[in-house]
């Protein structure tokens, strides 16, 4: 059978039948729409998670008896401000130009300058009014009276907000060097005077010290000695 088809299959060739090959299709991992959709869902939740990252924490409205606080660029608590004004009825025709409000300072922080936006807002959560505060100095748990010159408050206001603009503190002071004396020098031990002796030889005078060895001649070879003194 094997020479049989060998034979016959030049033949087929010769009539045009050519032998079907499968092609190989390399399916990409990129053309697959539901590989497609996986990579544009997981794009949008990235981006969206980059823009809630990226969004700074919103100062919080507080009724009219209510402190208002406002945090620093880290968004820990700066300050908080209290009204002290208390009528508060400002229209289009007749707007209300300034406001009393007390600043506490409530981080631990010393503020040079504190300036921020007292902000207002009808019963319809519209903003009605807007007007700038300042204080020069603020140390920490301290209260500040100020006001707000410049503000056109048209409406009656039923909640507010205050932005802090300007949070400067102050340089640290720097530190003060502690200038400590050098440590006392120990003393250095007492060397003993040198005690000077001589020695006599036949009438010739050595001089010697306690301690200090001298070489001399006797007979035909160099003698040293040594004068110690005996505990």
């Not at 300036?115 to 009014?129: E, K, L, M, P």
């Not at 120990?186 to 301690?211: K, L, T």
Request: proline share 10%; with cysteine; glycine share 6%.
């Amino acid at each position: 059978m094997s020479l049989l088809f060998r034979n016959v299959h030049p033949r087929l060739n010769e009539c045009g039948y050519k032998p079907y090959r499968q092609p190989n299709r390399m399916v990409s991992s990129k053309g697959d729409p539901i590989v497609r959709r996986f990579l544009l869902l997981l794009t949008v939740v990235a981006f969206c998670a980059v823009t809630v990252v990226a969004q700074p924490a919103a100062e919080q409205r507080a009724g009219l008896n209510e402190a208002a606080p406002a945090s620093d660029a880290k968004g820990a608590p700066a300050i908080e401000a209290r009204l002290s004004t208390t009528v508060l009825n400002g229209s289009d025709d007749s707007p209300v130009t300034n406001v009393r409000l007390v600043i506490k300072n409530t981080s631990a922080n010393f503020y040079t300058y504190v300036t921020g936006w007292a902000t207002f807002y009808d019963s319809g959560a519209v903003r009605c009014g807007e007007g700038l505060f300042k204080i020069d100095a603020l140390a920490p748990t301290e209260s500040a009276e100020t006001d707000t010159p410049g503000l056109r408050l048209r409406c009656t206001p039923t909640s507010w907000r205050i932005v802090a603009t300007n949070l400067l503190t102050r340089t640290a002071d720097a530190a003060k060097e502690v200038v400590t004396a050098p440590p006392p020098a120990e003393p250095a031990p007492e060397r003993p005077a040198p005690v000077n002796f001589v020695i006599s030889i036949d009438g010739e005078q050595h001089p010697i010290q306690v301690g200090n060895p001298i070489v001399l001649k006797l007979g035909n070879r160099n003698r040293k000695l040594v004068l110690r003194p005996v505990p």
